[in-house]
């Protein structure tokens, strides 16, 4: 069971990380990958990524304007956040020709964004990223760097270097909480269970003999039925009235009716006196019997 709800742990982990980071970005020269998130319009990337020049627009970094002088080669833009909207960005740069546009942070602001618009997309037909500001410094100051030479990236929709960490990452901490609440589950039902097994239920408190008070009847009755007949009720300490409704337990011990149900069917399913359990019933007839016939 718990190997089962590891295995759970296990796909829905591996679907969280593919909802975080989608994609990186690796740079050719050098080898190295930078992660990215993809937005939520435009379309995906392929399965074999896109190959371009990643460039910073010189007249308007933010990239809320069309690029000029225009950029002829296949180019992926590298844009600042702010100024405009992610949508209008990527508008802007695919009307200027670029086959891709990569949206970085300049500031720490909030981390990784999904960048989203509740506008009708369909006029974009380039993908779009996001990197928070680690990668964009880094990819900003490689593309002024590569202004001679432009900077060939290709831009992956599996990042597998960064995969196996993530993986292990939420492997270790979202898969034992999840371990620990089925446990916690299974104790709650456990608890629950034993609970159930100490109170009697309404079958075996149909199954108890019950009679009526009678003062008279006491003195002679007494030895013949084997009834140990008390003033009062032991659970709530108040004398027996004539016609009071009596519950008689397999132990001979009797309380009033209403008081030794609530009893049994609340607290223990014994009697409240000697601790027998009412379901030794025969046990308890069998080792009267023989003193019974004994006086
Ligand atoms: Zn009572
Ligand atoms: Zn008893």
Redesign the pocket.
Known sequence: MILYFWFWSLIIANLYIKSVVQASILVIGSNETYADRAAAFGPRLSENGKVGYLVEPSSDRTGCNLVYPPISTDWIALVRRGGCSFVTKVRKMQESGAIAVVVGDPENRSGWVTMYTPDNTSDIKIPSLFITKKEYTTLHYLSKMAEDMPLMVILQADGFMTWPLLDLLLIIFVSPSIVMMFVLYSWLVKQKKMRRQEIASSEDIANLDKRCFRREKKSSAENVTGYDDEEECSICLESYRENDMLRV?P?K?AFHLSCVDTWLTTQKRF?P??K?DIALKSTIAAEITPLLSAR
Request: net charge positive.
């Open positions: 337990l132990c011990h009697c006196i000697c027998r």
